[in-house]
Every structure is written in structure tokens, then in C-alpha cells.
């Protein structure tokens, strides 16, 4: 089955790549070129977003880039080996050598992962390496691996080694996975197995690969544990492991220090895990932490709402390419297709923008039985004048009336606990938040939401060029977590509420970041990798389409330039998008949306400068690459 997955025509022992992007560009024309591939873009990209990651670069001149997709026929390892070596991002900085790109089709069976990640563990014995570099052919490259793959087997498999105790005494457990799930999580497994064999502490190692969850962690396994070791780059379940000693580190890690790992597990040295709301937590230093409590329901809201807000915000924009007035049959300029795209997007899909946000925050709190009193708290919102401001109190409100009621019926009989979701929460959930929307809430709400809009109305060009560049700034802040949703959702209340320009300034701080960088990455290439600029070209289209997440890549690799460069070009932005008095009447759509802007030209203009702001900051401080 070796020599299925790893046929001479995919082995190249002199690769003639000088740069990583040459490197995965010859190592993917080996598989296109062999017939391996249905797709050679598709394939390609997913190699260079498991890239984006983490590089696939490890220590000891070795490289493992991998994906796993449709565009893949059969499974396959193409073998390369460059004799100079090649930056490919190493963790120890040295240049890699030897090259295995694992190709794996969307429906690999369990077998195939696991003998396509063995390959690669392989990799971690001196004596194979150094025989691979010195092969003179490639038939002595796969006898080299068939030989090595089955004295491993012989003497001891990863099963085998799990399964050494029978009494759930392990001394040492650990967790490992990779957001692919081929390649890193069997070696980081390897690695902690074998060196705990020579160390003579028992350890069992769970496995979060492409194929699945294997040699789970029993209850009891865990209870008699002296420390864990979580080595992951992906969500893991972590409730489990409350009150113990763990070790939480990325699984590159695992990998490259495996017996100080055991040992502080041994040692108990690691914090005490707390559980947490969530049953999950990523490893990753630079992933997003679970989001819990108030901001967990609010952005459960949000991120529901999104769908309605842009797909109805563009259609609505579409239908005022025909006239600002073109949907009202009274009006002059009235077009038939404008009032059918308004009808759509603005009195039906935008409409629901402030009710579905409510429902989900609602949804998140009290669980199912808090969506419908919810959403009627925010629909009464939205009909009396409360707008977006009442939704998120309804929501909230709902969500919270949901869970009183769910313990107040809690003393009922059992023979009852049938009717409770059907009736007794609706019934009563709806009808005690709808009173209290409508006694209490709506008109004060009501009367905020018409005072900020007339405070917004009578504020100065100085305020309203201050307030433009505080919600540009805000924007690139952290391009796509709170503080640029807080700023975004502003904007969209603004709209909501007809006051058409802050948005404006928030659509042009969100558009910077990314723009800006890749000006950067064209106009100062000497200060990014190969791989950077061929990012910066996606940067283009995801900052002129008003996806800022696309900066996120170049500011985790350098922050303290990055993201300071974005915020000021942001923050500039967004002050000329005031000192212009540009207005938004789209929430969503980037340069798509230009044609409905009231000054399209000007618009534009302060995006522009903007960006090359970010761009010359960024060529100025940044290092040479």
C-alpha cells in the first residue's frame, strides 16, 4: 500500500526551487503533471492556506506542506529534495532539504490519512533523514521509506504504544492536533510516544486527525493522570480536563520538545485547567479566545444578522443606481426593477436585520425557548421607533426572561416537561417581554435614538472629522474582532437610523488595512517574503470587496508595525470621509457600492490616500525581509 501512495514518477531528488513559493509551485506541478491532481490551482491554494496558518517548515531541513480536497484524485506524497536548501520558514531558521507535500483527497478513508501521516513521522529518526539526502536515485528513496516504514510497524505503532496499559494509569496524557489533521498531529503523537518510551513514563496519546478522534481519553485515564499536554492548533475539548495540570502549547512544539513537555507534566509544573462556559479552547497563542458572557450573546446576534444586513444593504444600494427615488412609484425617476430590488432588500431582508439579531441573542442565552420571545422583542422595537438600540435590548431581554421562566417552571411536574417548549415558554416568555418592551422600553429608546440623530446632525466638521477617524481606527484595530464590530455595528445603527455618514467612514476604515498592504507588498518588495507578496495580491480584492480580514495574515506575523501603519491610514481615511461629507447608504459591498455614494470621486480619493499612507508607513519601518 507504501508504494501506491508514493510512486517514482512523484520523487525528485535535485529540486530546483530557490524560494518557497518556487519550492510548493514544482512539488505541485509533480502531482499535476503525474496525474494526481483534478485541480492544480485548487490543490495549490489549499497548500498556501495551511501555509497562512502556520508554515509547514520543521527543524531539521524538513518541510511538510499538505492538504486535504477534492481537487486531489488518489492519495499521494510527492518527494522533493533540494541540495542547496531553501528558506521554507523553519522553526530553527535553518534551510530545508527534504520536501513531502501529501496531497489527500476530501474523502480519504481512515487508512490512507494514517499511512500518509506515518510517512511522516518517519522524518524524525536521524539515520533516515541523512539517508534520504545522501540517496543518488528514487528507487533508493522509496526503498529507503519501505524499508524504515516497515521496521517501524515491527517494532512499535502508534496503537500499540497507546495501548501498553490496561488499568488507566497512564502517568502522562496528552492531546494532539493540527488544523489538517495529516501531517503534525501523528508526529507531535510520535514524538511524545517515543520519548516517553526511553524516558519509561507511561503515556497515551489521543489524536484529533483528518479521520477523526482516536484513543480518546477515558474519565478515568484522566482522574489518575499526573499532567496533560494539550499540543494543538486547533479547538480541542477541554472541559474534561478541569482541575488538572495542563500543558497547553502549539503542536509544533510537542514535536520539537517533547521529554521537557513529559517532564513537566511529571512535575505537575503546568497551571490548573478552569473550565470555562464553552467545552472547547484552542492551543494556538494567536487564536481568538472562546467568547463568553454579554459579548458572546452580542455577537452571536451580529454574526446572525450579518446575511440579512449585506445581502439586503447591496440589493437596496443596486436599486439607488436608478435614482435615489427610483423605487417610489410617485416619483418621476421611478423604475420598476429599483422598487423590486428596494421591496426585496430593504422591506423584507433588511427589515429583518434587527429582529433575527435579537432572536440569536436571545437563542444564546436561554438556549431554543429564548429565539421567539426574543425576536418579538426586537420586531417591537423595530415597529415603535426603538430601532436597533431596542433590538439588542429585546434581545437580551428576552433571552434573560427565558431563563427565569425556564426556573420558575423547573418546580413543575416531569409529566409536564413536554408542554414547556411549546407552550409555556412561548406564551409566557412572549408576552412578559412584549409588555415589557411596550411599557418600558420603546419610548425612551425611542426618544435616545432621536436625540442621537440630531446631535449627529448639529455636530461641527471638527467633531464629525474626529468621529470619522476614531471609527476608522476602530475598524483596523483588530480587523474583524470586537472592536471592529462595535465600530461596524454602529455604522449600521446609523443607517438604520437615516443618518447615512458615519458608515461611510466605516466601510473606508475597513477597506485600508488590506489595500494598503498590498501596495506595500507591490511597491516595497524587498521588504516582504515571496510568500507575502503573492498574499498581497489577494489583498486587492479583499479590501476593495470590504473584507478586512484580510490584513490579519501580516498583522499577527508583525503587529508592532503592522497594525499601528493600518490604523493611522484607517483613521486618516475616515477623517476625510467626514472633512468630504461622503454618505453611505449601503452597509456592506466595498467598491462595489461606489456608484451610490453621494461623492463617489472624493470617496475613492480618501480611501486612496489612506491606503498609500499605510503603505509608506510600512515600507518606511519595516525591515527587509
Known amino acids: 500500500m507504501l508504494k501506491d501512495v508514493i510512486t517514482l514518477d512523484c520523487i525528485n531528488t ?48 524538513i518541510a511538510i506542506p499538505h492538504g486535504k480536497t477534492k481537487a486531489v484524485k488518489i492519495p499521494t506524497v510527492a518527494i522533493g529534495i533540494s541540495k542547496k536548501g531553501v528558506d521554507y520558514e523553519s522553526l530553527d531558521g535553518e534551510p530545508s532539504h527534504l520536501f513531502f507535500m501529501i496531497a489527500a483527497p476530501e474523502n480519504s478513508n481512515d487508512s ?34 519501505i524499508k524504515n516504514a516497515e521496521k517501524d510497524n515491527e517494532n512499535s505503532s502508534l496503537n500499540q504504544e497507546n495501548n501498553n496499559n490496561s488499568n488507566d494509569s497512564y502517568q502522562v496524557l496528552a492531546v494532539t492536533a493540527c488544523p489538517t489533521g495529516i501531517a503534525h498531529t501523528y508526529m507531535a503523537a510520535d514524538a511524545l510516544l517515543k520519548k516517553g518510551k526511553e524516558l519509561g513514563i507511561t503515556i497515551k496519546v489521543e489524536t484529533n486527525g483528518s479521520s477523526g478522534v482516536k484513543n480518546e481519553l477515558t474519565k478515568d485515564e484522566i482522574k489518575n493522570a499526573k499532567g496533560i499536554i494539550v499540543a494543538a492548533d486547533k479547538n480541542v475539548a477541554m472541559e474534561r480536563f478541569a482541575g488538572k495540570n495542563v500543558d497547553i502549547v502549539g503542536v509544533k512544539e510537542a514535536i520539537k520538545n517533547p521529554e521537557q513537555l513529559i517532564k513537566n507534566a511529571m512535575n505537575q509544573t503546568a497551571p490548573i485547567y478552569h473550565s470555562s462556559e464553552d467545552n472547547t479552547q484552542t492551543s494556538n497563542k494567536f487564536a481568538k479566545k472562546p467568547k463568553t458572557g454579554v459579548y458572546k450573546h452580542l455577537m452571536s446576534g451580529v454574526s446572525n444578522m450579518l446575511p440579512f444586513v449585506v445581502g439586503g444593504g447591496i440589493l437596496i444600494a443596486f436599486s439607488f443606481m436608478f435614482g435615489i427615488n427610483a423605487s417610489n412609484p410617485n416619483d418621476p425617476s421611478y423604475n420598476y426593477f429599483a422598487k423590486l430590488l428596494n421591496d426585496i432588500g430593504g422591506g423584507n431582508a433588511f427589515f429583518l436585520m434587527v429582529p433575527v439579531m435579537a432572536a440569536f441573542i436571545g437563542m444564546s442565552i436561554a438556549d431554543r425557548p429564548g429565539f421567539a420571545p426574543a425576536m418579538v422583542g426586537g420586531l417591537i422595537s423595530l415597529n415603535s421607533g426603538g ?60 426618544a435616545i435614538n432621536t436625540g442621537i440623530s440630531n446631535f449627529l446632525k448639529n455636530l461641527g466638521t471638527g467633531n464629525l472629522i474626529l468621529l470619522g477617524a476614531l471609527l476608522g481606527a476602530m475598524m483596523s484595530t483588530d480587523m474583524g474582532g470586537p472592536i471592529n464590530k462595535a465600530a461596524f455595528t454602529f455604522g449600521i445603527a446609523m443607517i438604520a437610523s437615516g443618518q447615512y455618514a458615519p458608515h461611510a467612514a466605516v466601510m473606508a476604515g475597513g477597506m485600508v488595512p488590506p489595500l494598503g498592504i498590498a501596495l506595500a507588498t507591490t511597491i516595497f518588495r524587498n521588504k516582504f517574503s515571496a510568500d507575502e507578496r503573492d498574499a498581497g495580491k489577494t489583498c486587492y480584492v479583499m479590501g476593495l470587496s470590504f473584507i478586512t480580514e484580510g490584513a490579519i495574515p501580516f498583522a499577527a506575523s508583525d503587529p508592532i508595525r503592522v497594525i499601528p501603519s493600518c490604523m493611522i491610514g484607517a483613521a486618516i481615511s475616515g477623517a476625510l470621509t467626514m472633512a468630504f461629507h461622503i454618505e453611505l447608504r449601503a452597509p456592506h459591498g466595498g467598491i462595489f457600492v461606489l456608484p451610490i455614494v453621494n461623492n463617489p470621486v472624493m470617496y475613492l480619493i480618501a480611501i486612496v490616500i489612506g491606503s498609500v499612507i499605510t503603505a509608506l508607513l510600512l515600507g518606511f519601518i519595516k525591515k527587509p525581509a
Open 14 to 61: 535535485d529540486l530546483k526551487g530557490t524560494t518557497k513559493s518556487e519550492i510548493i509551485d514544482e512539488m505541485v506541478d509533480i502531482l499535476y503533471n503525474n496525474g494526481k491532481l483534478n485541480d492544480r490551482e485548487e490543490y495549490k491554494q489549499e497548500i498556501l492556506k495551511r501555509e497562512a496558518q502556520s508554515s509547514t517548515g520543521m527543524e531539521e531541513g
Open 387 to 446: 430601532g436597533f438600540l431596542g433590538g439588542l435590548i429585546g434581545g437580551f431581554l428576552g433571552g434573560y426572561i427565558t431563563l427565569l421562566l425556564k426556573k420558575v417552571f423547573n418546580k413543575l411536574p416531569e409529566s409536564l416537561d413536554g408542554i414547556k417548549p411549546v407552550l409555556l415558554y412561548p406564551l409566557f416568555g412572549i408576552f412578559i417581554t412584549g409588555a415589557i418592551m411596550y411599557l418600558f422600553i420603546v419610548n425612551p429608546i425611542a
Open 112 to 145: 490512507h490519512i494514517e499511512l500518509l501521516s506515518k510517512i511522516t513521522t518517519l522524518l524524525l529518526e536521524d539515520d533516515i533523514r541523512e539517508a534520504l539526502l545522501n540517496a543518488k536515485s528514487k528507487e533508493e528513496v522509496l526503498d529507503i521509506l
